[in-house]
């Protein structure tokens, strides 16, 4: 069975950094990109960032550029996601996303469960 | 950025009812649009892939229809465990954009 288990969030300060994980199991891990996507309370869902397989490759949305860096460590299995210079505006719902296959533009499955960043002073 | 609209927002409707929602996109993407169904306090879960593919285990009576810019997502006949909110995805080009969601919920 897929499973995606994220951990690391919490409350923090504007200005501040965290580190969100996301430990992956039951499938080969570094043969999928992964994602990350946020929620921010009573909102929609807005996509992230996603990394290719093997690492090589990263892409940001526009609103986290140059804040946010996602990474892999494909020999323990997990995602991380590095959030800095936080804003109230990030404070969200982080989900890690496995892509449905290892083929270019594909959506979601299946997602973690989620880990709340709360940016507040 | 390829914007996504959906319509409704909001549903009310009863067991048993057909519901059909609507999903656009600001530019053509062929047929990259997923659907996902997330419940409160829950992860999303994948129902519809490549416009009208229905993932495995999901009930046969959700579907997905369209290409281009207009897709539909559509429940034949409302069951209790249905009342969520539905989003729609676009995957074409990056960043993967979603809709606004449409909630469904008790007549």
């Known amino acids: 069975e897929v499973q995606l288990v994220e951990s690391g969030g919490g409350l923090v300060q504007p200005g501040g950094s965290l580190r969100l994980s996301c430990a992956a199991s039951?499938?080969?891990?570094?043969?999928?990109?992964m994602s990350w996507v946020r929620q921010a309370p009573g909102k929609g869902l807005e996509w992230v960032s996603a990394?290719?397989?093997?690492?090589?490759?990263?892409y940001y949305a526009d609103s986290v550029k140059g804040r946010f860096t996602i990474s892999r460590d494909n020999s323990k299995n997990t995602l991380y996601l590095q959030v800095s210079s936080l804003r109230a505006e990030d404070t969200a719902v982080y989900y890690c996303?496995?892509?449905?296959?290892?083929?270019?533009?594909?959506?979601?499955?299946?997602w973690g469960q989620g880990t709340l960043v709360t940016v507040s002073s | 950025d390829i914007q996504m609209t959906q319509s409704p927002s909001s549903v009310s409707a009863s067991v048993g009812d057909r519901v059909t929602i609507t999903c656009r996109a600001s530019q053509g993407i062929s047929s990259l649009l997923a659907w996902y169904q997330q419940k409160p306090g829950k992860a999303p879960k994948l129902l519809i892939y490549?416009?009208?593919s229905l993932q495995s285990g999901v009930p046969s009576r959700f579907s997905g229809s369209g290409s281009g810019t207009d897709f539909t997502l559509t429940i034949s006949s409302l069951q209790p465990e249905d009342f969520a909110t539905y989003h729609c995805?676009?995957?074409?080009?990056?960043?993967?954009?979603f809709g606004p969601g449409t909630k469904v919920d008790i007549k």
């Open positions: 039951g499938f080969t891990f570094d043969t999928y990109a």
């Open positions: 995805q676009q995957t074409n080009s990056l960043p993967f954009t």
């Open positions: 490549a416009a009208s």
């Open positions: 996303a496995k892509e449905r296959t290892t083929m270019l533009r594909e959506p979601f499955d299946p």
């Open positions: 990394i290719s397989g093997r690492g090589a490759n990263t």
